[in-house]
């Protein structure tokens, strides 16, 4: 089955620093990868995606993400924090052997921006 | 278009009584989902829909109930709250209609704060 942890509950970086989020998943088959970002009293949405092609994904608010297969890694990067990007993120696997668009999410992590 | 709305945002219950929750999508989208949101768990499954008059079970169905009556409204039920079911909920809903591709995004509503006591 597939499963996705994400490393640190809680991130803190300062302002105009490097945001890296991590996360792992499982997978038996090649996966779709997701991340979802949640700002405060909101609810989710979509922030990037991996479904085929480049390994590379670019996402919204500067925001991007490497698939490495042979880490099973997705993190996501952003090279310059901004008090704005201050929420939870969620990284999630798409279950493929479903036929409704299942997703399976970490337990996410909180990123906190330090002026 | 609103998007995916739900009723209501806050809501306080004492255990034992009953609610329903409400969603509703303007996106023409097949199918809908109920998560419940927990400190440390993500998101996890209750119930979901792939279509009118369709339901069926997610990760987490003990305690609720759900129909689907209309395609663009799906319900949430709580029969007999208990503690436990203190949490965030979340309505979501996929898949325009006629536009199937091998992945279709999630949007998710605002989210229902339900306290039991």
């Known amino acids: 089955a597939q499963s996705v942890t994400q490393l640190g509950s809680h991130v803190s970086v300062s302002e105009g620093a490097l945001v890296l989020l991590r996360c792992n998943y499982s997978s038996s088959v090649p996966p779709y990868l997701f991340w979802y970002v949640q700002y405060p009293n909101q609810g989710l949405q979509l922030l990037l995606k991996?479904?085929?092609?480049?390994?590379l994904v670019k996402g919204i608010n500067g925001f991007e993400a490497e698939f490495k297969k042979s880490e099973t890694s997705f993190h996501l990067t952003k090279p310059s924090a901004h008090m704005s990007d201050a929420a939870e993120y969620f990284c999630?696997?798409?279950?493929?052997?479903?036929?409704?668009?299942?997703?399976?999410f970490g337990p996410g992590t909180s990123l906190s921006v330090i002026p | 278009n609103a998007g995916v709305t739900q009723t209501p945002k806050f809501r306080v219950l004492k255990t034992g009584q009953s609610m329903t929750l409400l969603c509703a999508q303007d996106m023409n989208h097949e199918y809908m989902y109920w998560y419940r949101q927990d400190p440390g768990m993500g998101l996890r499954l209750i119930h979901y829909?792939?279509?009118?008059?369709?339901?069926a079970k997610g990760e987490v169905p003990d305690g609720y109930n759900v129909s689907r009556l209309k395609k663009q409204n799906f319900l949430l039920g709580l029969e007999s709250a208990a503690p436990s079911q203190t949490s965030v909920y979340f309505c979501?809903?996929?898949?325009?209609?006629?536009?199937?591709?091998?992945?279709?995004?999630?949007?998710f509503g605002p989210g229902t704060r339900l306290t039991v006591l």
């Open positions: 999630a696997v798409s279950d493929l052997k479903t036929s409704y668009d299942k997703v399976i």
């Open positions: 979501a809903s996929s898949y325009p209609a006629g536009k199937r591709s091998s992945y279709n995004e999630q949007f």
């Open positions: 829909s792939v279509g009118e008059g369709t339901t």
């Open positions: 991996y479904t085929t092609g480049a390994t």
